[in-house]
């Protein structure tokens, strides 16, 4: 698939995605456009897209559907050499990771370490 074709298949399938009201594609979809266009070099075009991805996450998904956002959009801040915005976003997809990990060890063992008296 060329480049233009394969960005076309992702425009068209975030459109598909916010008109039946997916929020979880629409958000997905819109990060593989913004991978594409950074990929190009496109990095101003991409940052559009990951913010698109971003809100959607924020607003409507799990935490842990906030961690492929928040490592794109601080790599392209990276790129873009934005290394406030860029440490950032890396400093969120740690603390959302951290949390992620935490509810795993809570589901297995039945233990809440937030609302615990227990530290780590």
Request: aromatic residues 14%.
């Amino acid at each position: 698939m060329a480049k233009d074709d394969e960005l076309v298949a992702a425009k068209k399938a975030y459109r598909s995605a916010k008109e039946v009201g997916n929020r979880r594609e629409e958000a997905r979809w819109a990060n593989v456009i913004g991978d594409i266009l950074k990929n190009r070099g496109e990095y101003v075009e991409a940052l559009k897209w990951l913010r698109i991805d971003f809100k959607i996450s924020s607003e409507y998904l799990l935490e842990k559907d906030l961690l492929p956002t928040c490592q794109s959009v601080g790599e392209l801040y990276l790129r873009l050499q934005d290394f406030e915005n860029a440490l950032y976003y890396q400093v969120l997809f740690l603390i959302f990771r951290y949390s992620v990990f935490l509810s795993a060890i809570d589901f297995r063992l039945g233990v809440n370490w937030m609302e615990s008296s227990h530290t780590i």
